[in-house]
């Protein structure tokens, strides 16, 4: 059962991956006869950020970039 479970998992994702590199080749305007390749991520986002910019700054850009925070402050 454990096997053939495992199988099912492998097999739907693998069909989740197609599905999601079509909708990336869609986003990305791709023709989609041309085959590309997936490299994985080589950077880490909690560095960049720490160096960059700090949580309180992150937070309030947030709330500046709300579109239903300025409407419901308009209202």
Do not use: G, H
């Amino acid at each position: 059962y454990q096997v053939k479970n495992a199988e099912l998992l492998l097999v739907r994702s693998r069909n989740r991956l197609k599905n999601d590199m079509a909708t990336l080749a869609q986003t990305l305007q791709i023709d989609p006869s041309v085959a590309f390749d997936l490299e994985p991520i080589t950077w880490d986002l909690n560095t960049i950020l720490a160096d960059t910019v700090t949580l309180e700054q992150m937070y309030a850009t947030a709330m500046q970039q709300r579109s239903d925070l300025k409407q419901a402050d308009y209202n």
